[in-house]
Each structure stands twice: as structure tokens, then as C-alpha cells.
Nanobody, 122 residues
Framework: VQLQASGGGLVQTGGSLRLSCAASGRTFNTYSVAWFRQAPGKERGYVAVIRSSDGATYYTDSVRGRFTISRDSPKNTVYLQMDNLKPEDTAVYYC????????????????WGQGTQVTVSS
């Protein structure tokens, strides 16, 4: 499966963005999909994941209640709705997919999108 991430941009504190992760392949629904982010000088970290089996979602503590991950199966697309953005959310955001169980470990994802820049100004 190939992934294409889009939707990043520049937004003020408190604003919103919606990231998209579009996938090729007919079996995308069998993949758990996660969003990770990497800020300058920092390691890539987990943001949110949606599980393939039942659509269960999980979030890192810093975004819970502000971000929502969802899947549109007919469109082979996973979204990350980001509300009430803060300067500390500034990073390159990547989507990643793996067949089967969801995980927060980036090393276990074999398919990655190219990244999209999100910048939140104060």
C-alpha cells in the first residue's frame, strides 16, 4: 500500500486543520493507521492510531480531546482532525500503516506517507 499525506499548513493558535492520508490498494481496511509527528531536533512520536479490526482509536495524552482520527473506508482515506492547535503541535506529520493490530511503535509500521508540515503560530 502507498500512502499520500496532505492538509498541513500555517495556522494561528486555537485554529484547526484536517490532515488526510490517502491510500492505494484494495485491502486498506485491513490496515491499522497511525499519525506520528516530528518536531525539529526531536524524535518522531506517536499522535493517534485507528485500529483496523473495530475502528477503535487511541491518542497520546497531549492531543486527547483536541485531535480526532477517523477513517472513510470507501475513499481509502484516514483523517486527523486537529482542533485548538497549540504552538507545541508544530511538526512534520506522517501517516503510517500496518496490517493487523494497532501499535504506537513507529518501528512496527512498514508503510509511510511523505509527511506534511503543520506550523502553529503564537
Amino acid at each position: 500500500v502507498q500512502l499520500q499525506a496532505s492538509g498541513g499548513g500555517l495556522v494561528q493558535t486555537g485554529g484547526s486543520l484536517r490532515l488526510s492520508c490517502a491510500a492505494s490498494g484494495r485491502t486498506f481496511n485491513t490496515y491499522s493507521v497511525a499519525w506520528f509527528r516530528q518536531a525539529p531536533g526531536k524524535e518522531r512520536g506517536y499522535v493517534a492510531v485507528i485500529r483496523s479490526s473495530d475502528g477503535a482509536t487511541y491518542y497520546t495524552d497531549s492531543v486527547r480531546g483536541r485531535f480526532t482520527i477517523s477513517r472513510d473506508s470507501p475513499k481509502n482515506t484516514v483523517y486527523l482532525q486537529m482542533d485548538n492547535l497549540k504552538p507545541e503541535d508544530t511538526a512534520v506529520y506522517y501517516c503510517a500503516a500496518r496490517q493487523g493490530a494497532a501499535t504506537v511503535s513507529a518501528a512496527l509500521y512498514g508503510h509511510w506517507g511523505q509527511g506534511t508540515q503543520v506550523t502553529v503560530s503564537s
